[in-house]
């Protein structure tokens, strides 16, 4: 069975099992490896994906779900080829550790400042508790939100 998916503003197709978890499509068939399979358990974040506009670990969708939805992956977030306002400001305050989970975080950013432009910085620990980083303490991350915050 083809599952016909819309990834990033474009059509496409993948004749994975329909059970296949949309990562793997996204990863295998569209070579977009932004979107992370690390725990493969729905806990971590690193596989992040916007359907239809909220947030999913997409390990645990499996890829017929998401026919006829917008997927929007971490590649598709920037246009022109610029950055947008999280990543410039991810960046800025040097957030980025070995990568692993950026990705995820940078779709949960993205998200919450598109759902609330004036968020806190409660409001952004809140939203990043559905991603895990071993590598930092967070606070860099959070004062790059702030900033593309103040940035809008």
């Not at 016909?4 to 059970?19: E, H, K, M, Q, Y």
């Not at 793997?24 to 068939?29: S, T, Y």
């Not at 690390?38 to 890829?63: N, Q």
């Not at 952004?124 to 991603?131: K, P, S």
């Amino acid at each position: 069975m083809v599952q016909n998916l819309t990834v990033n503003g474009d059509r496409r197709s993948s004749a994975a099992d329909p059970i296949t978890p949309l990562v793997d499509v996204l990863r295998e068939d569209f070579h977009l490896t932004g979107a992370k399979p690390v725990c493969r358990e729905g806990f971590c974040g690193a596989c992040m994906v916007l359907l239809d506009g909220a947030p999913i670990l997409s390990c645990l969708v499996p890829a017929a779900l998401a026919e006829d939805c917008e997927i929007l992956t971490v590649e598709g977030l920037a246009t022109d080829g610029g950055l947008t306002p999280i990543q410039s400001a991810l960046e800025a305050c040097d957030a980025v550790q070995c990568g692993m989970c950026f990705p995820g975080m940078v779709v949960t950013l993205t998200h919450l400042l598109t759902a609330k432009p004036g968020a806190t910085r409660d409001d952004i620990r809140a939203a990043l508790t559905g991603n895990i980083c071993r590598c930092t303490g967070y606070e860099r991350i959070v004062e790059a939100a702030l900033i593309a915050v103040a940035a809008k």
